[in-house]
């Protein structure tokens, strides 16, 4: 692949030889997926005990691309992403959550620095799970997309909390004060 080709230099992208300007709605969501899957990249060298499952959920990131960029062509064969992916993500967030009560409270992130991070990709997944809303409104998108980003936030928010319990550290909650 090279580095540049200057086709983009007037504002427009090429999905497939179609010409979308950059800041169509799918260009968009494409977008923060590649952010997602680059802090992901940034986070699994930091929480190294879940470097394998964080480096599954990328490649599970670029089927949801791959769908996403197909949304041009109806008629083309693309990759599914398998219920099974959600169900081991609820699966994994059902057994943090065995370990940990479940908080009914905010909670302010930030008390060690790898739940920090994972808060960080949580915030970034709900953000693209709002792109993917909207693009959803305007093509039709899988409903295992839509599931598997949902849980994919649940998952960080509850991997972030896990390590914070298993540093026996306490959390901090806002005082609305």
Same mark, same amino acid.
């Given at each position: 692949?090279?580095?540049y080709?200057?086709?983009?230099? =007037?504002?427009?992208?090429?999905? =497939?030889n179609?010409?979308l300007?950059?800041?169509?709605i799918?260009?968009n969501?494409?977008?923060?997926?590649?952010?997602?899957?680059?802090?992901i990249?940034?986070?699994?060298?930091? #929480?190294?005990?879940?470097?394998?499952?964080?480096?599954?959920?990328?490649?599970?990131?670029?089927? #949801?691309q791959?769908?996403?960029?197909?949304l041009?062509?109806?008629?083309?064969?693309?990759?599914?992403?398998?219920?099974?992916?959600?169900?081991?993500?609820?699966?994994?967030?059902?057994?943090?959550?065995?370990?940990?009560?479940?908080?009914?409270?905010?909670?302010?992130?930030?008390?060690?620095?790898?739940?920090?991070?994972?808060?960080y990709?949580?915030?970034?997944?709900?953000? #693209?799970?709002?792109?993917?809303?909207?693009?959803?409104?305007?093509?039709?998108?899988?409903?295992?997309?839509?599931?598997?980003?949902?849980?994919?936030s649940?998952?960080f928010?509850?991997?972030?909390?896990?390590? #914070?319990?298993?540093?026996?550290?306490?959390?901090?909650?806002?005082?609305?004060?």
């Amino acid at each position: 692949m090279i580095f540049y080709t200057k086709k983009g230099d =007037k504002g427009k992208s090429y999905l =497939k030889n179609k010409s979308l300007k950059k800041d169509h709605i799918i260009l968009n969501a494409l977008g923060e997926l590649d952010e997602l899957n680059s802090l992901i990249g940034v986070v699994k060298n930091y #929480v190294k005990e879940y470097k394998n499952k964080l480096h599954n959920i990328q490649e599970d990131l670029f089927i #949801v691309q791959a769908q996403i960029s197909w949304l041009l062509y109806p008629h083309f064969e693309k990759p599914k992403l398998s219920y099974d992916k959600i169900k081991k993500l609820e699966k994994e967030i059902d057994e943090i959550e065995r370990k940990i009560n479940p908080e009914r409270k905010f909670i302010i992130p930030g008390k060690e620095i790898k739940s920090g991070w994972l808060h960080y990709l949580r915030a970034v997944c709900r953000r #693209v799970e709002r792109e993917l809303v909207s693009l959803d409104k305007k093509y039709k998108l899988e409903k295992e997309l839509l599931a598997y980003i949902n849980r994919l936030s649940s998952y960080f928010y509850a991997l972030g909390r896990l390590i #914070v319990y298993k540093k026996g550290l306490k959390e901090d909650h806002p005082k609305y004060k």
